[in-house]
């Protein structure tokens, strides 16, 4: 049974950082492409970062230059260093995996493009 599990959540002051992990489980880790998203209050879920099984990354343009998505296959976690925050980085923060797919991202930012969902850890991040 697939199992993804978020952690590293909590609340800074703007211009801090924060280290999301996402352990997974129940799947051959290294093989598929991998997200992490978000949803602010009442918003929409958006797409923040993709690595695929080569490691190649895809950003949203907002956290481009402040996260990094990165994975450690012998731990089978996915992580997104997140530096600089902002308010507006304040969300609900999701990991992902596509376990349908040959482990390429077509974008690895639409939410459509996964299949398996972790329950998410809260980003606050305060003026």
């Known amino acids: 049974q697939v199992h993804l599990v978020e952690s590293g959540g909590g609340s800074v002051q703007s211009g801090g950082s924060l280290r999301l992990s996402c352990a997974a489980s129940?799947?051959?880790?290294?093989?598929?492409?991998m997200g992490w998203f978000r949803q602010p209050p009442g918003k929409k879920r958006e797409g923040v970062a993709a690595?695929?099984?080569?490691?190649?990354?895809n950003y949203l343009d907002s956290v481009k230059g402040r996260f990094t998505i990165s994975q450690d296959h012998a731990k089978n976690t996915l992580y997104l260093q997140m530096n600089s925050l902002k308010p507006e980085d304040t969300a609900m923060y999701y990991c992902?995996?596509?376990?349908?797919?040959?482990?390429?991202?077509?974008?690895?930012?639409?939410?459509?493009?996964?299949?398996?969902w972790g329950q998410g850890t809260q980003v606050t991040v305060s003026s």
């Open positions: 129940g799947y051959t880790y290294s093989s598929y492409c």
């Open positions: 690595i695929d099984r080569d490691g190649r990354t």
């Open positions: 992902a995996a596509d376990l349908q797919g040959p482990g390429y991202c077509p974008t690895g930012l639409r939410a459509y493009e996964y299949n398996y």
